[in-house]
């Protein structure tokens, strides 16, 4: 979908500058350290290295306007997420979005990850949310899709053992491909996967997406899987200890 141009984006985006992690391939390793200092509270002290070191850290790759990385930060204050989204001009809505909800766990990266190790250290996240990803539908773009193959190996390596990945979207097409690649991935194991999410779960367990909203009220089925990341001795069929 074409997005709107923003006037002045860059100017704009100084508002938001402490939302904003401005060198993510130097965060890599100590992403949690970008958590230490409180945004909008001045009255809270900033976090300690052992409670930064407690607190599960996830990223959503693609956030959009941000509705559902500021829904869930909101449910889960002890928690840490990295909201990634390439297009300047649709994440500078969802900064807007969570500044405006006052989210102190979230930060924000407007990058493309072309290659998610450049980003984080292996096993450095606790969980990875794909909502809605572009689904790139023509044979010669299969590459560029989130859950190709190539991209799905980067991800497990980052996500640690035990974490997990969410993949969500309206596409019939891109989910049949999807769900190919997940189950053929040594690395991953089903916990639970839906071809009509909003069926299967009580509307009080799912964090929407704006597109999720739009196509559901259309009577869209949305599908869903979620895929727990193996040790690799684990995968190997061997024990891990």
């Known amino acids: 979908m074409r997005q709107r141009h923003i006037k002045n984006l860059d100017e704009r985006l100084k508002e938001y500058e402490r939302q904003l992690i401005s060198n993510p391939l130097e965060q890599k390793g100590c992403w949690r350290d970008a958590f230490r200092e409180p ?13 930064l070191k407690s607190r599960p850290l996830y990223a959503e ?15 889960h204050p002890e928690n840490l997420y990295l909201a990634i989204e390439g297009q300047g001009s649709v994440g500078f809505y969802a900064l807007r979005k969570a500044k405006a909800a006052e989210c102190e766990n ?3 990266i407007l990058q493309y990850v072309h290659d998610a190790r450049d980003f984080f250290e292996k096993g450095e996240i ?12 023509k044979p010669r773009h299969e590459k560029r899709r989130l859950t190709s193959p190539r991209m799905l190996g980067e991800f497990a390596s980052v996500v ?8 969500k979207t309206d596409n019939d097409d891109l989910f049949a491909y999807s769900e190919e690649q997940f189950k053929a991935n040594p690395l991953m194991s089903v ?13 009080d367990q799912i964090v929407t997406t704006e597109y999720e909203d ?4 259309r009577g869209k089925n949305i599908h869903f899987i979620r895929v727990r990341i193996l040790d690799p001795l684990e995968s190997e069929g061997g024990s891990a200890l």
């Open 39 to 51: 945004l909008f509270h001045k009255e809270r002290k900033p976090l300690s290295g052992e409670e």
């Open 106 to 108: 979230v930060r924000f």
């Open 214 to 217: 739009k196509f559901s009220a």
């Open 191 to 203: 916990d639970f996967l839906s071809h009509d999410l909003h069926k299967d779960l009580p509307e």
């Open 160 to 167: 640690k053992p035990g974490g997990f990945i969410e993949f």
């Open 126 to 137: 606790d969980g990875l949310y794909l909502n809605f990803s572009d689904p790139w539908p």
């Open 61 to 75: 790759v693609g956030c959009g306007k941000g509705q559902f990385i500021t829904r869930l930060s909101a449910l």
